[in-house]
């Protein structure tokens, strides 16, 4: 599927385009096994991304981030790239990088683009270029198929795909090939996100779900509930948008109950490998509300199963009136933050500046700026912007689990 701009697009996520993005390939229907199981085995990232930059004839392949708005980012996984090509450019080239440049001044950085090098930045403009000069010729990084996974206002995760320079430039196959990957990329990295540093569903009665201030539903193919955590027991109970009807997941509007099974089934297809679907996400009426909640679909990694007896899909609920604070021993098990650093933190992710934080705290600025510059040191972050969005991800999870911070 290719836009106007020649941009390939994932498929929006209802039930007639998601059966027309269904396509017959013993080898992509593998490799979307794959993505889910990163989700239990974060460590199979490195495999994965070999597997996909094999089926488009790639070379290197990389998941990384930029951040637009503060020019930073990086690599989270890469595969096939040498370490010291790794350290240069997160140290340096990152900031030069013309593709990402490319995305960001043309406006295609939207959530499931699909772009060549060619459409951010023609290749003889990109050799008068010092990142071609000093990084992409001597590591023969030249060719690129590029894939916005999520736009996050100014913040894009992309997979990256390169080529040799005498190699011939990426074309529509690929392009389609990619798109037909790159929504299961995008319920995974959210996944990720929603559930940080825990392995999703390791067991159904694992008490770790319970920690998690999102509701997480695991559900059969045709909506019954198998599981539910405490924060989704709350939103069902409440009859919140959503609540149980004879055993089964519904939303209390018909027409929605009707989109979220056909994200359901889609889900569970795909789970047990019949289909290459990726689920979706939707908004969920909420009568006497304002806001919507935003219910994440998605199918659950294979190895879960065992635990559950039977192929399932995950419900992740993200109720908008729920915002709640990290915890200062979640920081403190992460992050090893002394308790005048974990109280830092918390304050500045209320939404306070540094000067506020440490008048509340009754702290000097020297202080506070002593505490914040370890705590960029701890957390491996290095502005107030990348630090509150790496802790609020973690908001209301209890101490007891393991914990990850990278996908």
């Known amino acids: 599927m290719t836009s106007q701009d020649g941009c390939c697009r994932i498929p929006t996520c209802n039930p007639s385009t998601m059966r027309r993005s269904t396509v017959g390939d013993s080898a992509i229907l593998e490799i979307v096994q794959h993505i889910y199981q990163t989700v239990e085995n974060p460590t199979s990232w490195p495999s994965v991304l070999a597997e996909i930059s094999d089926l488009l004839q790639g070379g290197v392949a ?76 001597p590591y023969d990084l030249v060719r690129i198929l590029a894939g916005v996974v999520i736009a996050d206002g ?19 196959k690929e392009q389609v090939r990619l798109g037909i990957l ?69 939303a209390l509007l018909a027409s929605e109950t009707t989109s979220l099974r056909a994200l359901i089934g889609a889900s569970v297809r795909t789970t047990t490998g019949d289909a290459m679907l990726p689920g ?74 540094l000067m506020d934080a440490a008048e509340s705290l009754g702290i000097t600025r020297e202080t506070s700026r002593s505490y914040l510059k370890h705590v960029f040191a701890k957390t491996g972050t290095s502005r107030q912007s990348e630090l509150v969005a790496l802790v609020s991800r973690l908001a209301g999870m209890g101490s007891q689990g393991a914990f990850a911070r990278e996908i």
Request: aromatic share 6%; net charge neutral; charged share 20%.
């Open 62 to 137: 990389a998941l990384l981030y930029h951040d637009m708005r503060y020019h930073h980012g990086g690599l989270n996984q890469s595969v096939r790239l040498p370490p010291e090509a790794i350290d240069v450019y997160q140290q340096h080239f990152h900031a030069l990088d013309p593709w990402g440049k490319g995305t960001a001044s043309q406006g295609l950085g939207e959530t499931g683009a699909v772009l060549n090098g060619d459409q951010l930045i023609a290749l003889s403009d990109l050799r008068r270029t010092e990142y071609y000069a000093d990084y992409a010729s």
């Open 154 to 172: 100014p913040v894009l995760s992309v997979i990256s795909i390169l080529r040799a320079e005498k190699a011939k430039p990426f074309g529509s």
């Open 182 to 250: 790159m929504g299961h990329l995008k319920c995974v990295l959210e996944i990720r996100r929603k559930v940080e540093g825990l392995q999703l569903l390791q067991a159904a009665s694992s008490h770790a779900l319970d920690q998690l201030p999102t509701g997480v539903i695991l559900v059969d193919a045709s909506g019954r509930v198998l599981f539910a955590n405490v924060a989704a027991e709350r939103t069902l109970r409440a009859r919140d948008g959503l609540t149980v009807d004879h055993g089964r997941l519904v």
């Open 280 to 353: 979706g996400v939707m908004n969920v009426s909420r009568p006497g509300f304002e806001r919507s909640i935003s219910v994440l679909v998605t199918p659950v990694p294979g190895n879960t199963h065992g635990h559950l007896g039977q192929p399932a899909a995950a419900v992740l609920i993200s109720n908008p009136d729920q915002s709640q604070l990290p915890d200062a021993a979640v920081l403190r098990t992460l992050f090893k933050l002394t308790p005048a650093e974990c109280r830092l933190v918390i304050a500045m992710c209320t939404g306070a500046s």
